[in-house]
């Protein structure tokens, strides 16, 4: 069963503070990716890496930082984080190649920044 | 204009009820067409997946791509209450992009 592991369900961050946020992945997948999901905005890719040390900014790359320095395990980095920033993250992943438009996704963390 | 406009609902409609969702958009690049549902507190999972035009079924579900009208459709048939959960439809405008487009999804609930 292929699965898509986050660090935590539920966060609670204080302004101004540094967050790491884990995903894991047993696929031996190609592609990573980093989404924050919003009422109203669907989702949004932050960052996706195609390959380890690899990364390509996504649609909202502002305020994130990611890093992969092993296959499985594709880390979101809220350098500073903000009220603005308070949202369900949401890890994928998927083969590359002809199989790449099915992405497997984690439970997501939810994320407050008070 | 977002690339992808779908309705976000509620929709709510009866067990048995035949239920449309449906998305459009406007970038004509876009030739790969995914479905995605997902329940309450959980990540979504690939439902359906089309190319190009034309339908396809998968048991209850039918996907439907209108490329000339750029509208893409999925149909649930006898819907049960266990088909409650968020909709949301996806896009790719080649093979091997790994970046997909999402709608907003459209919340379904099936009333027993």
């Known amino acids: 069963d292929v699965k898509v592991t986050q660090s935590s369900r539920y966060l609670v961050k204080r302004t101004g503070e540094k967050v790491f946020l884990e995903c894991v992945q047993d696929?031996?997948?190609?592609?990573m990716f980093w989404y924050r999901q919003d009422p109203g905005l669907g989702l949004r890719l932050i960052y996706f890496s195609y390959d380890v040390k690899m990364k390509e900014k996504g649609d909202i790359p502002e305020g994130y930082s990611v890093s992969r320095e092993k296959k499985e395990r594709f880390s979101l980095i809220l350098e500073s984080a903000s009220t603005n920033q308070t949202s369900m993250y949401l890890c994928a992943s998927s083969l590359a190649g002809m199989s790449s438009y099915e992405q497997y996704f984690g439970p997501g963390t939810r994320l407050t920044v008070t | 204009q977002k690339e992808v406009e779908q309705d976000p609902g509620p929709l709510s409609v009866p067990e048995g009820a035949i239920v449309s969702l449906n998305c459009t958009y406007s970038n004509s690049a876009f030739q790969y067409f995914m479905w995605y549902r997902q329940y309450s507190r959980k990540g979504p999972e690939l439902l359906m997946y089309?190319?190009?035009?034309g339908n396809k079924e998968d048991g209850r579900f039918t996907a439907q791509v209108d490329k000339s009208s750029k509208y893409i459709s999925l149909f649930i048939r006898d819907s049960q209450p266990s088909d409650s959960a968020t909709y949301l439809c996806a896009m790719s405008s080649y093979f091997g992009n790994e970046k997909l487009t999402f709608g907003t999804g459209t919340r379904l609930t099936i009333i027993p």
């Open positions: 089309t190319y190009s035009s």
């Open positions: 696929m031996d997948h190609e592609n």
